[in-house]
């Protein structure tokens, strides 16, 4: 009887709560969302518009710089080891083989693009710092992405920022400004 009155009741909101808490489910939980991010592909050469970066800066801005950057190391990890986390892209390769292809460039920035976003968000979360902070880790994939894109496919900066850029400005636009709406709705709560 003495056990059961000392004993701690937990609630499954309780349970949840502190799952979700665990920096580990959280930096897993941010890979994961990057791998199905990456599945809503819109198909265009030689990089598909996907909904990827908007989970990276997310995760640099609710995880911080630290962990949202080991989020994307661990979401590049994923696929480099195999798993089809990658979007689909049939001539840009398989496994590590990714890193190597048109998209290499983009994908190798998420780890600093979400620390980056992190970084200037743990100093300052007014709406401007956080939408600012999201676009500029964005723009930091873009921009590192086709700088990439040049250097091993295109060999033209001026139409690898056709390709690679330019094509994206609208599309990050509105990625940015539904992740600081994210992030502003689960910071309320």
């Known amino acids: 009887m003495l056990l059961k009155e000392n004993a701690?009741?937990?609630?499954?909101?309780?349970?949840?709560?502190?799952?979700?808490?665990?920096?580990?489910?959280?930096?897993?939980?941010?890979?994961?969302l990057t791998a199905i991010a990456a599945q809503i592909t819109i198909p265009a050469k030689p990089v598909p518009f996907t909904l990827q970066t908007m989970f990276v800066v997310l995760s640099g801005a609710l995880?911080?710089?630290?962990?949202?950057?080991?989020?994307?190391?661990?979401?590049?990890?994923?696929?480099?080891?195999?798993?089809?986390?990658?979007?689909?892209?049939?001539?840009a390769g398989f496994g590590i083989a990714r890193l190597f292809g048109p998209t290499g460039g983009y994908l190798l920035a998420f780890p600093l693009a979400a620390f980056f976003t992190g970084l200037i968000i743990e100093k300052n979360k007014n709406y401007f710092t956080v939408a600012a902070a999201m676009f500029l880790g964005d723009v930091l994939i873009v921009v590192l992405g086709t700088l990439y894109l040049n250097l091993l496919y295109i060999h033209n900066l001026t139409e690898a920022f056709k390709l690679g850029a330019v094509i994206f400005s609208i599309w990050t636009v509105v990625k940015v400004f539904t992740a600081v709406g994210i992030f502003s709705l689960l910071k309320r709560n």
């Not at 499954?12 to 665990?22: A, G, P, R």
């Not at 911080?64 to 979007?87: E, N």
Request: overall charge positive; proline content about 4%.
């Open 8 to 32: 701690k009741t937990l609630s499954l909101s309780d349970i949840l709560k502190n799952v979700f808490t665990n920096q580990y489910v959280q930096i897993f939980s941010f890979a994961i």
């Open 63 to 91: 995880l911080g710089a630290k962990k949202g950057a080991y989020s994307q190391l661990l979401y590049l990890t994923m696929g480099i080891i195999g798993l089809p986390v990658f979007a689909v892209v049939p001539e």
